[in-house]
């Protein structure tokens, strides 16, 4: 059982470069999430997913797009990279709320994206 | 501006003491309070968790304390080993009824052998 994977682990951008980061769980989860990590910041949530086909905002959306076509898998998209988006990105994955209250995220183990 | 504010930003403790992280809230809407562990090179995993409604949660030598009056909550972790060294995360839901949460800024602890 995966859980939650992320492609690629690492990447290095030049500056105004595109790029599609790879969120896919099989644990047949309702929501999924893209968190920023940043040293002192602690997790941001930048964009979320409560279902197939719907995407919303988070707490720093801006610079970044997602999409949601399939249940499993949950793409983030930088269209012209900065260097303020040096970050590592990590995925989550949960059951929905009214599964039964606050419902546990589960993790990838994140994509370091350096941004020159 | 983060809405659960965390302290330390990291500590050294010997093996077999105390460690103790805080956090403080503002919004008295919460009512759910996560704390995630994050060793390095990995993602977060849920520690332990705890509802406003009780003062205290112990799992395993992991607790955490809970003062509403003060919005505050406190992890602890008894007898510290080697293996607790990691970034602990405090956390708590962006709204009512939903799943998003923000997260605090986190504690580095190493824990001294």
Not at chain 1, 31 to 41: C, H, K, L, S, T
Request: net charge positive; charged share 20%; aromatic share 12%.
């Amino acid at each position: 059982n995966a859980g939650v994977t992320q492609t690629p682990k690492f990447r290095v951008l030049k500056t105004g470069q595109s790029m599609t980061l790879l969120c896919a769980q099989d644990m047949n989860h309702e929501y999924m999430y893209w968190y920023r990590q940043d040293p002192g910041m602690g997790l941001r949530l930048i964009h979320y997913s409560v279902g197939e086909g719907t995407t919303a905002k988070g707490e720093v959306p801006d610079g970044y797009n997602v999409s949601r076509l399939k249940k499993q898998n949950f793409l983030l998209g930088l269209e012209s990279a900065a260097p303020s988006q040096t970050s590592v990105y990590f995925c989550a994955s949960s059951y929905r709320w009214d599964r039964g209250g606050n419902q546990p995220q589960h993790f990838g183990d994140g994509t370091r994206l350096s941004i020159l | 501006q983060q809405q659960v504010k965390q302290s330390p930003q990291s500590l050294i403790v010997q093996k077999g003491g105390i460690s103790i992280i805080n956090c403080a809230y503002e919004n008295t809407a919460f009512d759910y309070f996560p704390w995630y562990q994050q060793f390095p090179g990995k993602g977060p995993a849920l520690l332990i968790a705890i509802r406003p409604d009780v003062s205290e949660k112990k799992e395993g030598r992991f607790t955490i304390s809970f003062n509403k009056s003060a919005k505050q909550f406190s992890l602890h972790i008894m007898d510290s080993q080697p293996g607790d060294s990691a970034t602990y995360f405090c956390a708590a839901p962006l709204e009512a009824a939903g799943n998003k949460l923000t997260f605090g800024g986190g504690t580095r602890v190493l824990v001294k052998p």
